[in-house]
Every structure is written in C-alpha cells, then in structure tokens.
C-alpha cells in the first residue's frame, strides 16, 4: 500500500494568512495527488486534483503543487469558511489512500 | 447534479453482517465512466477507501477488508450496496457512498454519510 503522511496534523493561523499544508507519499505517484476539504459533520467536498488542478466551483485561494511523492496545499489567505480538515489522497494505485489530515484551526 | 444516499441500519451487533445501499438520482448508475465507491470514517478520525464497483459488476477492495466485503450494483433501482461481514467495534464509523470519476480519477460526489454503530 502507498501511504501519504500528511504535515502538520493541526494547524493554528488567522483569517489572512497564508498556509501551506504538506503530503508526502511513501512512493512515486507522479501527479495522482487529489486534496479533500471536510468540515464537521459533513462529507468531504474536492478541492484539487491531479496535483494541481482546482476543482470546478473551488476558490482560486486554493492551489496544489508538487509531483513524485511531495506535494502542498496552498491557501494564499485563509477565509472564515477554510476553517476544516484537508486530506490528501493518491489515486495511483489501489488501494486508494487518504493521509491522516490536517485540522485548520482559528488562531 | 447527480445526488447519493445512504441507507441502511444505525446499530448492528457484533459477528453480524452491516449492510447499507446507496441511492442515485440525478444520474444513471449505468451510464458514463464512474465507479461506485464506499469509504469509511470512524469517529474523530481520518478516511479509509473500502472498495469501488463499476457499472459491469467489477469490484476493487481494500485488502485490509477484502475478506469480509462484498459490493453489488442494481442498476434496474439504481442503487449499489455494501456488505461487511463478522463485524466488530471497530466496524463502528460514518459511512460514506461517493461518485468516482474513472477519467479524473476523484470522488466528486458524496452521499452525507450514515454513521453506523456496532454494539450489542
């Protein structure tokens, strides 16, 4: 199995910020790298895929980068609703894989 | 906009079998190239993918759970299902259906999720 590590598993900033949210695959995934927003109580919703790609309807706030095994989230300044957990996920191979995520919090 | 929902029993005992289904509207089950999809979530904690079926019947599993799976399609009610056998506490989770698209390779659509309990 291809095992994804997200970094750091909670994060702390401000309505403003900018944040970069950091996942790691255990081998190769060339750019089959998708990133997942969830909020409590909710299902998640897709925010990119194919590493880079923003979903349809997605804030342009939100940019993914990397291929390989290194990859990073983007959020150039943090809005009150980017307040959730992001998950990464590879869909190179199955099983199909989620990192642990990263819980965004308020500061 | 297609639109998934799960159903299915809240509480199940342990050694049992949960079995939930997964309704579609807004969009054939039998039409484009989708797989139908099962991931999992215990409370408080992160995603597990259980397995996808496609239109024809072929199915991929997670290892870790492939002995105890078994997902099916009915087109005819468009619905497609799961069932997990010999479950136990750490069964217990929310469960979700999505859509995922076979081009793109992503979970675009979700069901809300159904939180299933296992517990005598």
């Known amino acids: 199995d291809i095992q994804m590590t997200q970094s750091p598993s909670s994060l702390s900033a401000s309505v403003g910020d900018r944040v970069t949210i950091t996942c790691r695959a255990s081998?190769?995934?060339?750019?089959?790298l998708n990133w997942y927003q969830q909020k409590p109580g909710k299902a998640p919703k897709l925010l990119i895929y194919?590493?880079?790609t923003l979903q349809s309807g997605v804030p342009s706030r939100f940019t993914g980068s990397g291929s390989g095994t290194d990859f990073t989230l983007t959020i150039s300044s943090l809005q009150p609703e980017d307040f959730a957990t992001y998950y990464c996920?590879?869909?190179?191979?199955?099983?199909?894989?989620f990192g642990q995520g990263t819980r965004l919090e308020i500061k | 906009q297609v639109q998934l929902q799960e159903s299915g029993p809240g509480l199940v005992k342990p050694s049992q079998t949960l079995s939930l289904t997964c309704t579609v509207s807004g969009g054939s089950i039998s039409s484009g190239d989708y797989y139908w999809s099962w991931v999992r979530q215990p409370p408080g904690k992160g995603l597990e993918w259980i397995g996808y079926?496609?239109?024809?019947?072929?199915?991929f599993y997670n290892p870790s759970l492939e002995s105890r799976v078994i997902m099916s399609v009915d087109m005819s009610k468009n619905q497609f299902s799961l069932s997990l056998s010999s479950v136990t506490a750490a069964d217990t989770a929310v469960y979700y259906c999505?859509?995922?698209?076979?081009?793109?390779?992503?979970?675009?659509?979700w069901g809300q999720g159904t939180l299933v309990t296992v517990s005598s």
């Open positions: 194919g590493a880079s």
């Open positions: 079926i496609y239109r024809s019947g072929t199915s």
């Open positions: 999505a859509r995922r698209d076979g081009q793109l390779l992503v979970h675009g659509d």
């Open positions: 081998q190769s995934i060339s750019t089959y």
């Open positions: 996920q590879q869909s190179y191979s199955t099983p199909l894989t």
